[in-house]
Nanobody, 122 residues
């Protein structure tokens, strides 16, 4: 079964930076639209950023602060997060799908992994 593994989450102060990474040994990321999602307990999972052959897309609240990228040779998906705010605190997940729908991935084709936690304190 396909498994995506997220890493890089940490606790940081507001204004700090983190880079999250996603890897898989079963899935070739270059064949899919890839994205990052986040979830706060009690809320719906929301799309944060997406990358596909047509470009990169972000949800407005992270536009200009987050950068999504992927490296085909290493089969990795990264999310560089700058200017972190307390409201960015969440569990972050990656996913593969058919296409980007604004800052989210549509037609998700992978199971959710364990995620990686990000905590931003004042």
């Amino acid at each position: 079964q396909v498994q995506l593994v997220e890493s890089g989450g940490d606790s940081v102060q507001a204004g700090g930076s983190l880079t999250l990474s996603c890897t898989s040994s079963e899935l070739a990321f270059e064949d899919y639209a890839m994205g990052w999602f986040r979830r706060v307990p009690g809320n719906e999972r929301e799309g944060v950023a997406c990358i596909s052959w047509s470009g990169t897309y972000y949800t407005p609240v992270v536009q200009g602060r987050f950068t999504i990228s992927r490296e085909s040779a290493k089969n990795t998906l990264d999310l560089k997060m700058n200017g972190l705010k307390p409201e960015d605190t969440a569990m972050y997940y990656c996913a593969a799908g058919g296409w980007c729908d604004l800052g989210s991935v549509a037609d998700i084709q992978t199971p959710w992994g364990q995620g990686t936690p990000v905590t931003v304190s004042i």
